[in-house]
């Protein structure tokens, strides 16, 4: 079987070295932890379901009118407060 070297970082080594059990290389610790991963952690990213991206559009609509509404209220207090400011420097 042919085989190839590789390098780590010493720490990236003695986290390996911890990890390894007594009776498996390298090879097969490194094999054993490739297995017991999830995947590929790009698969599926950004999907969702229909149900949860319907509650995310809601919240995100929910989130918008309540920053809107506050919005409105700052800026009418500001001209408020501006035009009281023009009010008395006349």
Do not use: C, H, N, P
Request: proline share 0%.
């Amino acid at each position: 079987m042919a085989t190839k070297t590789i390098g780590v970082r010493e720490e990236v080594y003695e986290r390996l070295r911890a990890r390894k059990r007594d009776d498996e290389s390298f090879t097969d610790l490194i094999d054993r932890l490739i297995d017991e991963s999830e995947g590929d952690w790009r698969d599926g990213f950004g999907s969702l379901s229909a149900k949860e991206a319907d509650s995310l559009r809601e919240a995100t609509a929910a989130s918008r009118e309540r920053f809107d509404e506050s919005a409105t209220e700052r800026q009418t207090a500001a001209i408020d407060r501006l035009a009281g400011a023009v009010d008395e420097a006349r």
